[in-house]
């Protein structure tokens, strides 16, 4: 059994981390929760996830608890984070780090030299699609990968659109990250990186909303495209994965997933040829299950994080780059 916390409610997928926990109480304890800000206590403090949970200072989270989640906003995950690893806590961390890359490299290196667990929290890392696509190329069933392009765009209201002006990069910072990790993860750190950040200034709100960027490698290219302002963006999210052997395709890429596979033996110039993979089709509510489940697997021992101190810390170099340094302009919530 793991005693576990969770510091901040500010994140928008920390509620949903806090009820997967919960769904396993052979292996979480749930002391409690910590959040400082009382406009997060009135906007969340009495959601589903935190019924019935104790209310409890930050310090009191770390010292009662082996792991703890950190769920603040964007702009205090690495400082809060950075104390718990000082405690000698496993943190899951959700995403993207904020702060400097030099204050990142601090929090994984402090991690690393004390044995400690630093998970992200990635969501796509668990998508059933993406995860047999990890397969198919580990196998080597693609062959060599020469192109990845990756699309994550919504039709984003106002208000989140006014809280994404708090980011410079706006929503490649935000949603982008997640594309960054996939492509880094498969492809490595790019030898160049060519970003196009436009704002549309779509409802008089003005941050970068319509972005692309393109990740440049010995003969592959990945391209990222990231948007505010597409409308059904959600039902066009996409990776697509394509090598010397075939091509994935999963798009959308939730609820539902769909995922095609073509190799060479189904290969026709000017037709579309391509099987349908069966995958499991997540609901919101299982999105982040088998992620805590593994976050309980990484501490005990008994499996090992494919995805490194040095994979996180290159997707954040990556990220920085795509947008030209992390930059945090303010702390509207609203």
Request: charged fraction near 25%.
């Given at each position: 059994?793991?005693?576990?916390?969770?510091?901040?409610?500010?994140?928008?997928?920390?509620?949903?981390?806090?009820?997967?926990?919960?769904?396993?109480?052979?292996?979480?304890?749930?002391v409690g929760y910590a959040?400082?800000?009382?406009?997060?206590?009135?906007?969340?403090?009495?959601?589903?996830?935190?019924?019935?949970?104790?209310?409890?200072?930050?310090?009191?989270?770390?010292?009662?608890?082996?792991?703890?989640?950190?769920?603040?906003?964007?702009?205090?995950?690495?400082?809060?984070?950075?104390?718990?690893?000082?405690?000698?806590?496993?943190?899951?961390?959700?995403?993207?780090?904020?702060?400097?890359?030099?204050?990142?490299?601090?929090?994984?290196?402090?991690?690393?030299?004390?044995?400690?667990?630093?998970?992200?929290?990635?969501?796509?890392?668990?998508?059933?699609?993406?995860?047999?696509?990890?397969?198919?190329?580990?196998?080597?069933?693609?062959?060599?990968?020469?192109?990845?392009?990756?699309?994550?765009?919504?039709?984003?209201?106002?208000?989140?659109?006014?809280?994404?002006?708090?980011?410079?990069?706006?929503?490649?910072?935000?949603?982008?990250?997640?594309?960054?990790?996939?492509?880094?993860?498969?492809?490595?750190?790019?030898?160049?990186?060519?970003?196009?950040?436009?704002?549309?200034?779509?409802?008089?709100?003005?941050?970068?909303?319509?972005?692309?960027?393109?990740?440049?490698?010995?003969?592959?290219?990945?391209?990222?495209?990231?948007?505010?302002?597409?409308?059904?963006?959600?039902?066009?999210?996409?990776?697509?994965?394509?090598?010397?052997?075939?091509?994935?395709?999963?798009?959308?890429?939730?609820?539902?997933?769909?995922?095609?596979?073509s190799d060479t033996s189904?290969?026709?110039?000017?037709?579309?040829?391509?099987?349908?993979?069966?995958?499991?089709?997540?609901?919101?509510?299982?999105?982040?299950?088998?992620?805590?489940?593994?976050?309980?697997?990484?501490?005990?021992?008994?499996?090992?994080?494919?995805?490194?101190?040095?994979?996180?810390?290159?997707?954040?170099?990556?990220?920085?780059?795509?947008?030209?340094?992390?930059?945090?302009?303010?702390?509207?919530?609203?």
């Amino acid at each position: 059994m793991i005693r576990i916390g969770q510091i901040g409610l500010g994140h928008n997928h920390g509620e949903a981390k806090m009820k997967a926990v919960r769904k396993f109480p052979g292996l979480f304890e749930v002391v409690g929760y910590a959040e400082e800000n009382e406009r997060w206590i009135e906007k969340r403090g009495n959601n589903e996830g935190y019924q019935g949970l104790q209310r409890l200072s930050v310090e009191e989270v770390i010292s009662r608890s082996d792991a703890v989640l950190i769920e603040t906003d964007v702009w205090d995950l690495v400082e809060t984070a950075q104390k718990c690893i000082n405690a000698g806590k496993h943190i899951h961390m959700d995403k993207p780090a904020g702060g400097t890359l030099t204050e990142y490299k601090h929090l994984l290196d402090t991690a690393e030299a004390k044995g400690l667990e630093v998970q992200l929290g990635y969501m796509y890392r668990y998508n059933p699609a993406v995860q047999k696509c990890l397969e198919l190329i580990k196998e080597g069933a693609l062959g060599e990968i020469y192109s990845i392009n990756a699309e994550m765009s919504t039709f984003h209201p106002p208000a989140y659109k006014n809280w994404l002006t708090n980011f410079g990069g706006g929503i490649m910072y935000i949603l982008g990250s997640h594309l960054v990790d996939l492509i880094v993860y498969i492809l490595g750190k790019p030898k160049k990186v060519t970003s196009f950040l436009k704002s549309t200034g779509l409802d008089g709100i003005h941050f970068s909303d319509n972005n692309l960027a393109v990740l440049e490698y010995e003969k592959a290219l990945a391209r990222i495209f990231v948007s505010s302002v597409e409308v059904n963006g959600y039902g066009r999210r996409q990776l697509v994965v394509a090598g010397s052997k075939g091509t994935v395709n999963i798009c959308p890429m939730e609820r539902p997933t769909v995922m095609t596979w073509s190799d060479t033996s189904m290969a026709e110039i000017y037709q579309d040829k391509k099987i349908t993979v069966p995958v499991k089709d997540l609901t919101g509510g299982e999105r982040y299950d088998e992620m805590m489940q593994d976050f309980y697997a990484y501490i005990k021992g008994t499996k090992q994080n494919p995805f490194t101190y040095r994979h996180d810390y290159a997707v954040q170099q990556v990220l920085n780059e795509i947008i030209g340094g992390v930059k945090i302009y303010g702390k509207n919530i609203d």
